[in-house]
C-alpha cells in the first residue's frame, strides 16, 4: 500500500471525472465511493468521496464545489512507450480540454497531464551538450511530443 495518495478536489463532478479517467486508462477501476448523508454538506445521496485507480495509481477525489481549481503547478506525468500510446493519450485527455506546448495539456475538469516519451530524460540529459541543446529546441517547438523527431534531434 503506497502511503502517499493524489487527492482531487473537483467541482460536484467526481463522478463524471472517474468514468472518464477509467475509460481512457485501460488499467483503472473504481475502488468505492462515499455518499453524502442527510449531515451534508452536498445533496444526501450524491458522491462525497471516491477512490480510484488508474495504472496501479490510487487517486481519492472530492466532489468539493467551485471553490479550488487545478493549475499546471501540478500535473500527472505519462510515460509512454511509444508514439501511438503519446497519440492515444494525447487525444483522450485533451478532448473537451486544452492542449498546451512541450507534451502538457489540460483535460476537461482542468486537471494537468504531461504525456512523454519514457526516454525524454535520458535525452535531454545527453553528455554531448550541444545534442541535449539540440532535443531541447526540438521539443520547445511541439505541442505533442513526437519520439522520433526527439530521437533525431539528438543524433
Do not use: R
Not at 2 to 20: H, M, Q, R, Y
Not at 59 to 75: C, D, I, R, W, Y
Request: with cysteine; glycine share 8%; hydrophobic share 40%.
Amino acid at each position: 500500500m503506497s502511503k502517499i495518495t493524489p487527492f482531487l478536489w473537483f467541482d460536484n463532478n467526481v463522478g463524471e471525472a472517474i468514468a472518464f479517467y477509467t475509460s481512457v486508462f485501460k488499467n483503472s477501476k473504481l475502488l468505492y465511493e462515499v455518499k453524502y448523508t442527510d449531515a451534508g454538506p452536498g445533496p444526501k445521496g450524491t458522491i462525497m468521496t471516491a477512490t480510484f485507480e488508474l495504472e496501479g495509481q490510487k487517486f481519492m477525489a472530492l466532489n468539493g464545489g467551485p471553490m479550488f481549481k487545478f493549475t499546471e503547478a501540478v500535473s500527472f506525468f505519462i510515460s509512454c512507450e511509444s508514439q501511438d500510446e503519446i497519440d492515444y493519450y494525447w487525444e483522450q485527455l485533451s478532448a473537451g480540454g486544452q492542449k498546451s506546448q512541450c507534451g502538457w495539456l489540460k483535460d476537461q475538469f482542468g486537471l494537468s497531464w504531461q504525456v512523454v516519451p519514457y526516454n525524454l530524460g535520458e535525452l535531454l540529459h545527453n553528455s554531448d551538450p550541444k545534442k541535449a541543446n539540440n532535443v531541447m529546441q526540438a521539443m520547445l517547438k511541439m505541442s505533442k511530443l513526437d519520439i522520433a523527431v526527439l530521437k533525431k534531434a539528438g543524433e
